[in-house]
């Protein structure tokens, strides 16, 4: 899915993302998928001169707790590692001095085991997992767009992810909240662990929200 300005797209791939982004950025032509903007130059596009990947992420880092931001200084994803625009990325560094600069990982499905993700991140030296930012990179490259990725830390690396707490997922990213009660039922021992994920979500929530209104303003501070 994809928010926007007129001159910035915000990708993001669940719906509890789309609705913060919202916040700042209108979705002038309803919810995009990321495969829509495949082709070089495609019409998706081609107005817009920058793209964000903008979300949530696995923590690959020890250091990482819930709630903390990462601003990618590349994305590594199976086709290769895609650079963040420098001048853009400082800026956001300097609006949120917190936030770690490190390269993210994109793959292609989730990673819910903690030694699994541990091991991945120290492979690719990255300090966060998502499933979106290697794509978005790859438009970016493709479309000779800017491009920044930012993302929130809702897990860390050393706890396993939930199955449930995957698998209740829609393929439009909405959370259905009557198959995560059914798989529950069927899936008991997963229940502290989902309730730590909506823990870590309230931490996360936040830090997104800071970071949607630092991304708004970052925009037209470097004159997109």
């Not at 993700?117 to 290697?134: K, P, W």
């Not at 790859?138 to 897990?155: C, E, H, K």
């Not at 229940?191 to 970071?211: I, K, P």
């Amino acid at each position: 899915m994809a928010a926007e300005s007129r001159q910035a797209i915000v990708c993001v791939g669940l719906a509890l993302e789309a609705k913060i982004a919202a916040r700042q950025f209108r979705r002038e032509r309803g919810a995009l998928n990321l495969t829509d903007f495949s082709g070089e130059g495609c019409a998706a596009v081609s107005d817009c001169r920058a793209i964000v990947s903008f979300g949530l992420a696995g923590g690959l880092s020890p250091e990482l707790r819930a709630g903390d931001i990462v601003i990618a200084s590349c994305v590594v994803g199976r086709n290769g590692s895609f650079a963040t625009d420098d001048v853009w990325s400082e800026r956001l560094l300097t609006a949120i001095p917190t936030a770690f600069y490190a390269p993210i990982l994109g793959v292609e499905s989730p990673l819910g085991v903690s030694a699994e993700r541990r091991e991945l991140g120290v492979r690719a030296g990255a300090l966060a997992v998502d499933m979106e930012s290697h794509i978005v990179g790859q438009v970016a490259s493709r479309n000779l767009m800017r491009f920044v990725a930012v993302r929130v830390v809702i897990d860390t690396v050393e706890r396993d992810i939930p199955q449930a707490a995957v698998a209740c997922l829609s393929n439009n990213g909405e959370t259905r909240m009557s198959r995560l009660g059914c798989l529950l039922l069927e899936r008991p021992t997963d229940t502290l662990d989902v309730l730590r994920l909506c823990a870590n979500w309230l931490l996360a929530r936040e830090a997104l929200v800071n970071c949607c209104e630092v991304l708004s303003a970052s925009v037209r501070q470097i004159g997109l």
